[in-house]
């Protein structure tokens, strides 16, 4: 299953919760550098897949590789060659900014040095210096989810999974969020996300769309409209909906 081009690759991946299954039988690879679209309504199975690849849960039948890793496995390995944000937010609302990068840099396994300039970096890039000292419970919502973005990548790993990082934000919010995505890839980073916002879908350079558990398409934007003959990403997923 080795494939040098290939930083996730998944084989008849299962995972069943009783007798309910969430992920049935996915196939699919992601390019190093890609931009990753995992699409689907609420509860068609994007966490749970997005849990088992990021190592926080195990498969029930099938098999991924991530960064290397088959995260059955070797789940902890698979976790320090990944960044992870979640559903619900990821930094802790108690806890200032430096705190949080001053946290997850040491759980990073970062020196000292690399957390004060990975700190800065960050802080500059999102000309946010003066929210350092501020708790995080005190920011705007987009502006957390900017600084939870910027947290997962500060080790620079080789993926970042992103579950609906854009959820509760407004359009304008929404697009800046995704200047950072563009800005990650382009250092070499691949970045998987999931989403239920449709026109995000026109960012990915390659989607799969999920329905019931299951990968109902896959693709680049331009190939699943010309495939389903609809004028957006929104419209395609209506007619697989259907």
Same mark, same amino acid.
């Given at each position: 299953m080795s494939d040098s081009n290939h930083i996730i690759i998944v084989k008849d991946l299962v995972? *069943? =919760?009783?007798?309910f299954t969430a992920n049935d039988r996915l196939n699919f +690879? /992601?390019?190093? &550098?890609?931009? #990753?679209? =995992? @699409? &689907? %309504?609420?509860? %068609?199975?994007?966490? +749970?897949? @997005? *849990?088992? @690849? !990021?190592?926080? !849960? *195990?498969?029930?039948? &099938? *098999?991924?590789? /991530? %960064?290397? #890793?088959?995260v059955a496995r070797y789940p902890n390995r698979v976790k320090k060659n990944i960044g992870y944000m979640s559903q619900r937010f990821s930094m802790y609302d108690d806890m200032t900014v430096k705190?949080?990068?001053?946290?997850?840099?040491?759980?990073?396994g970062l020196s000292r040095k690399e957390i004060k300039d990975k700190t800065r970096y960050y802080l500059e890039k999102l000309n946010m210096q003066e929210f350092e000292q501020m708790l995080v419970r005190q920011i705007p919502l987009g502006w957390k989810q900017k600084l939870a973005f910027s947290v997962a990548n500060m080790h620079n790993p080789g993926v970042v999974f992103l579950d609906e990082p854009t959820g509760g934000v407004d359009p304008i919010t929404r697009r800046q969020f995704w200047e950072l995505i563009y800005d990650s890839t382009a250092g070499g980073t691949t970045v998987f996300v999931t989403t239920h916002y449709m026109d995000e879908a026109e960012y990915c350079e390659r989607v799969a769309i999920m329905s019931e558990g299951k990968i109902e398409a896959i693709g680049s934007p331009e190939e699943l409209k010309k495939k389903y003959g609809a004028p957006s990403m929104n419209e395609v997923f209506i007619k697989i909906a259907r």
């Amino acid at each position: 299953m080795s494939d040098s081009n290939h930083i996730i690759i998944v084989k008849d991946l299962v995972k *069943k =919760f009783g007798r309910f299954t969430a992920n049935d039988r996915l196939n699919f +690879t /992601v390019e190093k &550098g890609e931009i #990753f679209g =995992f @699409l &689907g %309504a609420n509860g %068609a199975g994007k966490t +749970t897949a @997005l *849990k088992i @690849l !990021s190592g926080l !849960s *195990k498969p029930t039948a &099938g *098999k991924a590789i /991530v %960064a290397g #890793f088959d995260v059955a496995r070797y789940p902890n390995r698979v976790k320090k060659n990944i960044g992870y944000m979640s559903q619900r937010f990821s930094m802790y609302d108690d806890m200032t900014v430096k705190e949080n990068f001053r946290f997850y840099g040491g759980i990073y396994g970062l020196s000292r040095k690399e957390i004060k300039d990975k700190t800065r970096y960050y802080l500059e890039k999102l000309n946010m210096q003066e929210f350092e000292q501020m708790l995080v419970r005190q920011i705007p919502l987009g502006w957390k989810q900017k600084l939870a973005f910027s947290v997962a990548n500060m080790h620079n790993p080789g993926v970042v999974f992103l579950d609906e990082p854009t959820g509760g934000v407004d359009p304008i919010t929404r697009r800046q969020f995704w200047e950072l995505i563009y800005d990650s890839t382009a250092g070499g980073t691949t970045v998987f996300v999931t989403t239920h916002y449709m026109d995000e879908a026109e960012y990915c350079e390659r989607v799969a769309i999920m329905s019931e558990g299951k990968i109902e398409a896959i693709g680049s934007p331009e190939e699943l409209k010309k495939k389903y003959g609809a004028p957006s990403m929104n419209e395609v997923f209506i007619k697989i909906a259907r």
